[in-house]
């Protein structure tokens, strides 16, 4: 959450959680004011976060497009941001969320290291030759 933080306008604002999983950034950002369209090309994962937001969902054809934007599961950060592009999206910011600090989770417990992790991840999340190396990406972008 705290890249989120860093990159989200002050709510309201609508955000699109493409690949969102379980609901896990969109029910807390939903929770902040924001008009959240999680989408993801599992439905199991659409139907948990149905559970976490309750009745405040939308996917204008869920039955016919349950993926909605994408149908990707992994991407390149290259391929992520040319996707984004091809959907028409500009300003197009690619981020590493873990970065190099991914294989240090166990290590997440203890504050201090937890800071020094944070350090190297946000050091390294929009470096080029290392973004890759994040378990997980983050694209910001904005439709015009």
């Not at 860093?6 to 604002?13: K, M, S």
């Not at 008009?35 to 405040?56: I, K, N, Y």
Request: charged residues 20%; aromatic residues 8%; without cysteine.
């Amino acid at each position: 959450m705290e890249l989120l933080d860093r990159l989200l306008p002050r709510p309201p604002a609508r955000v699109l959680d493409v690949g969102g999983g379980p609901g896990t950034y969109a029910a807390p950002l939903a929770r902040r004011g924001y008009q959240v369209h999680l989408v993801d090309p599992v439905p199991l994962h659409v139907e948990q976060a149905r559970q976490v937001a309750g009745s405040d969902h939308r996917n204008p054809d869920p039955a016919g497009r349950p993926e909605f934007f994408t149908t990707a599961y992994f991407h390149t950060p290259d391929g992520l941001a040319g996707e984004i592009e091809r959907a028409g999206f500009t300003g197009t910011a690619i981020y590493g969320v873990e970065g190099p600090g991914w294989p240090l989770r166990q290590e997440w417990a203890d504050p201090q290291r937890r800071e020094h992790i944070l350090f190297a991840a946000r050091s390294a999340e929009t470096q080029p030759s290392l973004i890759g190396f994040s378990n997980h990406l983050i694209a910001a972008a904005t439709k015009p």
